[in-house]
Nanobody, 117 residues
């Protein structure tokens, strides 16, 4: 059973930085990344990265957030700089298994990020 465990959320002032980390049990994930969901809003993509380091980053965080992954350790990190109050949300780790292993999607429990103005 695949499990995703996030860490690194918390409370920060606007303009500050946080780093989120996610560790996955198992291996061979074609895509890993982060989504977020704010109260009363739909879940939205923040950033994803493929196993060949191709990235997809939301326009709202481009230039401020950086995603990276370690394929050997099955981890994905999100470095968040210049945080804004509108970045406040629960951030969820996401991983998609390689299609050779079924292509299933997996989600972490989420970690709260709160940015105060």
């Amino acid at each position: 059973q695949v499990q995703l465990v996030e860490s690194g959320g918390g409370l920060v002032q606007a303009g500050g930085s946080l780093r989120l980390s996610c560790a996955a049990s198992g291996s061979l994930f074609s895509i890993m990344g982060w989504y977020r969901q704010a109260p009363g809003k739909q879940r939205e993509l923040v950033a994803t990265i493929t196993n060949s380091d191709g990235t997809n980053i939301a326009d709202s965080v481009k230039g401020r957030f950086t995603i990276s992954r370690d394929n050997a350790r099955n981890t994905v990190d999100l470095q968040m700089n210049s945080l804004k109050p509108e970045d406040t949300a629960v951030y969820l780790c996401y991983a998609k298994r390689s299609r050779f292993l079924g292509g299933n999607d997996y989600w972490g429990q989420g970690t709260q990020v709160t940015v105060s103005s």
